[in-house]
T-cell receptor, first 111, second 117 residues
Framework: QKEVEQNSGPLSVPEGAIASLNCTYSDRVSQSFFWYRQYSGKSPELIMSIYSNGDKEDGRFTAQLNKASQYVSLLIRDSQPSDSATYLCAVNGNYGQNFVFGPGTRLSVLP | GAVVSQHPSRVICKSGTSVKIECRSLDFQATTMFWYRQFPKQSLMLMATSNEGSKATYEQGVEKDKFLINHASLTLSTLTVTSAHPEDSSFYIC?????????????FGNGTRLTVT
């Protein structure tokens, strides 16, 4: 069974610090990887996608992928209290419509 | 970007009644849509995969006769919670991906908060 694992947290970081969120996945043939942010009471929203090994930067967010280690991470620089949310890691296999979500990591940015 | 619209955003119904939730892909055609349920402070749980023109595929433990899914067109899927009970109260979220290959992300609707009294 395909699995995606995340530390549930809460992960607490002070405002302005770097938040590091980690995710591991079990299906070695996974092709695409996504990070979603979910505020309490809201639906998830896509913040980053990554498909190739290495880093991908978008503003304050950097996604990192290491397929050999089956590991994907999200770094949030200059964390803000508005970044406080649950971050979901999602992995899609080579079949296209085969998304598997991790349980999410709750991030709390302290002012 | 791909937009998924879900309606209603909130519904309160009495025990024993049925509730229909609509999910529309506004700017793309979705042959497959996904329905999730989320209880407070818990993870997203996939309920079923909705396939246009064919029967939905339900996850283990999800009653197909209770959660009726209809995907009659490439832009609309509906979830009907039949004979709702208080334990069905939850946050229901639909999602779909634009059909541009394995790298297409899932886009979520805004969710429907169902309260059964």
């Amino acid at each position: 069974q395909k699995e995606v694992e995340q530390n549930s947290g809460p992960l607490s970081v002070p405002e302005g610090a770097i938040a590091s969120l980690n995710c591991t996945y079990s299906d070695r043939v996974s092709q695409s990887f996504f990070w979603y942010r979910q505020y309490s009471g809201k639906s998830p929203e896509l913040i980053m996608s990554i498909y190739s090994n290495g880093d991908k930067e978008d503003g304050r967010f950097t996604a990192q992928l290491n397929k050999a280690s089956q590991y994907v991470s999200l770094l949030i620089r200059d964390s803000q209290p508005s970044d406080s949310a649950t971050y979901l890691c999602a992995v899609n296999g080579n079949y296209g419509q085969n998304f598997v979500f991790g349980p999410g990591t709750r991030l709390s940015v302290l002012p | 970007g791909a937009v998924v619209s879900q309606h209603p955003s909130r519904v309160i119904c009495k025990s024993g009644t049925s509730v229909k939730i609509e999910c529309r892909s506004l700017d793309f055609q979705a042959t497959t849509m996904f329905w999730y349920r989320q209880f407070p402070k818990q993870s997203l749980m996939l309920m079923a995969t909705s396939n246009e023109g064919s029967k939905a595929t339900y996850e283990q433990g999800v009653e197909k006769d209770k959660f009726l899914i209809n995907h009659a067109s490439l832009t609309l899927s509906t979830l009907t919670v039949t004979s709702a009970h208080p334990e069905d109260s939850s946050f229901y979220i639909c999602s779909a991906s634009a059909p541009s290959g394995v790298n297409s992300p899932l886009h979520f609707g805004n969710g429907t908060r169902l309260t059964v009294t």
